[in-house]
């Protein structure tokens, strides 16, 4: 079948983006979904920052590329094998589609399951290599298994997690990568009790997923650092008690904290922001480390002496070790409760257009963005 998709066929830091235009629409063959695959009609799908890493190169993957990781959809069709939905299932799409039979998988920690990063890695899927084809019938390669910034994706079954129909899909959208990662740090990596101390550096989607899974937990005091004055008071709406500059946050923190906070999750993947959270931690704090830096940074300016002579903690968190079937339904429960309202992160509708795609990219390169939806079948309008 044919399929309109935003695809990516070199990197490009040549900005703006909404002139530059690395990405273009184009009209891809999709193939059929294989034993255990499902064709899902994409309803709506976020854009991330992880999706502008891929086009500025800071995340190295095999090229030409169809973009797009974060999305729900509409189940239209099943191949042999599949038994985990139906044609009309209501789905959330997962950027690591888990084998569930690895010691990782076994040990509850899917989100680091090395059948799902080889697939990942070579841009095909977890059952067989890539179905998309360009109208010159070279291979277009999947973007984290899913490819969602089209029409239609077929995915591996292990990439799908049912949701309810009451979910708005403009909502659900926003929880197969930014709620996962970010709530996720706190609840599963941190396992924050209520009442112990925060402090949330970087307010992007995932950041303030963050905050929103502090919030729930109980966290106080709940501290949000940004440069940004509007994501600042994006954060104290979604829960934060407290908002600051990095600069102003050197000396709040301990001041709050009575010394230093007990958690300080870090999101901007920046090794100078992994330094400021392990200084914004007080003894025995930990640092949860959430957002992805470029390959070829590294940590260097932290104080040895942090770990055995403070007992501090520096612990790394992929997909916010989440198990995506059990925490996708607990956290849109949480949003029914009224307790993640993550439509306040939804800076903007989009249609699938090459014009509105790089301009929503360059919002997020010059950070005005949080969470900008793309509507790609048209059924947000509907």
């Known amino acids: 079948m044919r399929t309109a998709a935003v695809v990516l066929r070199e990197v490009s830091t040549e900005r703006p983006?909404?002139?530059?235009?690395?990405?273009?629409?184009?009209?891809?063959?999709?193939?059929?979904?294989?034993?255990?695959?499902?064709?899902?009609?994409?309803?709506?799908?976020?854009?991330?920052?992880?999706?502008?890493?891929?086009?500025?190169?800071?995340?190295?993957?095999?090229?030409?590329?169809?973009?797009?990781?974060?999305?729900?959809?509409?189940?239209?069709?099943?191949?042999?094998?599949?038994?985990?939905?139906?044609?009309?299932?209501h789905v959330a799409l997962v950027f690591v589609p888990s084998c569930g039979f690895c010691e990782l998988c076994a040990e509850g920690r899917p989100a680091l399951c090395p059948a799902a990063a080889r697939a990942n890695g070579?841009?095909?899927?977890?059952?067989?290599?890539?179905l998309l084809r360009d109208a010159a019938g070279r291979t277009v390669h999947h973007q984290l298994g899913v490819s969602a910034f089209s029409q239609y994706a077929v995915v591996a079954q292990e990439?799908?997690?049912?949701?309810p129909h009451e979910v708005p899909f403009s909502v659900a959208s926003m929880f197969g990568c930014a709620v996962l990662t970010g709530a996720g740090a706190v609840i599963n990596t941190?396992?924050?009790?209520?009442?112990?101390?925060?402090?949330?550096?970087?307010?992007?989607?995932?950041?303030l997923s963050a905050v929103l899974g502090a919030r729930a937990a109980g966290a106080s005091p709940l501290i949000a650092v940004d440069p940004v004055a509007a994501?600042?008071?994006?954060?104290?709406?979604?829960?934060?008690?407290?908002?600051?500059?990095?600069?102003?946050?050197?000396?709040?923190?301990?001041?709050?904290?009575?010394?230093?906070?007990?958690?300080a999750f870090e999101a901007v993947g920046s090794p100078g922001v992994m330094g400021a959270c392990l200084a914004a931690v007080g003894r025995g704090g930990k640092v949860v480390s959430v957002g992805l830096p470029a390959p070829d940074r590294t940590l260097e300016t932290v104080p040895a002496?942090?770990?055995?002579?403070?007992?501090?903690?520096?612990?790394?968190?992929y997909m916010g070790d989440a198990v995506p079937r059990r925490d996708i339904?607990?956290?849109?429960?949480?949003?029914?409760?009224?307790?993640?309202?993550?439509?306040?992160?939804?800076?903007?509708?989009?249609?699938?257009?090459?014009?509105?795609?790089?301009?929503?990219?360059?919002?997020?390169a010059d950070g005005t963005a949080i969470r900008q939806v793309l509507d790609t079948s048209g059924m947000l309008a509907a």
């Not at 924050?192 to 950041?207: C, D, F, W």
């Not at 008071?233 to 230093?260: I, N």
């Not at 002496?305 to 968190?317: P, Q």
Request: charged letters at 20%; a negative charge; hydrophobic letters at 40%.
């Open 17 to 89: 983006y909404g002139g530059t235009r690395p990405a273009e629409v184009e009209e891809l063959e999709l193939g059929a979904p294989r034993e255990g695959e499902v064709l899902v009609r994409v309803a709506a799908a976020s854009l991330c920052h992880s999706d502008l890493s891929v086009v500025n190169g800071d995340r190295v993957r095999p090229l030409p590329m169809a973009l797009g990781h974060e999305a729900v959809g509409v189940v239209e069709e099943t191949g042999p094998g599949v038994g985990r939905v139906a044609a009309g299932d």
């Open 122 to 130: 070579s841009g095909g899927l977890l059952h067989g290599p890539s």
């Open 159 to 163: 990439s799908v997690v049912p949701i």
């Open 190 to 207: 941190a396992g924050l009790r209520p009442g112990q101390s925060a402090v949330v550096y970087g307010l992007g989607g995932v950041g």
């Open 231 to 263: 994501k600042r008071e994006l954060a104290l709406r979604l829960g934060a008690g407290h908002a600051f500059t990095p600069e102003e946050a050197a000396e709040a923190v301990p001041e709050l904290t009575g010394g230093g906070a007990e958690f």
């Open 305 to 317: 002496l942090a770990f055995a002579g403070e007992g501090k903690s520096l612990i790394g968190s």
């Open 329 to 364: 339904p607990r956290y849109l429960a949480l949003w029914r409760a009224g307790l993640m309202p993550v439509e306040h992160m939804h800076t903007g509708t989009l249609e699938l257009t090459t014009p509105e795609v790089n301009r929503a990219l360059e919002s997020l």
